[in-house]
């Protein structure tokens, strides 16, 4: 089992920039790939940016190019930075992590087995 602890959600001005963080812990071979997913109210979830356990990164197309994930192995964390935010990055983030080691394609396009409770972000 893994449990999942974000932090860094708020409020953030348009333009602006934002750093989530997700720590886990527990069972680290669930952990091949971390990443974040996101849903606003009325939307669906979106994958937004994964990286494995080797550092191969993902990302939607709605983020990439002003989106770094970052993943310290060590500390079983992961980071997220979004850079020039625009209304639509509004949404409750979720970090969630799965042992399968997919390619990064698969990633992107999977619904991951482990999740955290979400820490919700806004944009103004």
């Known amino acids: 089992h893994v449990q999942l602890v974000e932090s860094g959600g708020g409020s953030a001005q348009a333009g602006g920039s934002l750093r989530l963080s997700c720590e886990a812990s527990?069972?680290?071979?669930?952990?091949?790939?971390m990443g974040w997913y996101r849903q606003a109210p009325g939307r669906e979830r979106e994958g937004v940016a994964h990286i494995d356990k080797n550092g191969v990164e993902a990302y939607a197309d709605s983020v990439k190019g002003r989106s770094l994930i970052t993943r310290d192995n060590a500390k079983n964390t992961i980071f997220l930075q979004i850079h020039s935010l625009i209304p639509e990055d509004a949404a409750t983030y979720y970090c969630a992590t799965d042992g399968r080691p997919f390619t990064a394609r698969r990633a992107l396009g999977s619904v991951f087995r482990y999740w955290g409770q979400g820490t919700q972000v806004t944009v103004s």
């Open positions: 527990g069972d680290s071979s669930l952990l091949y790939w």
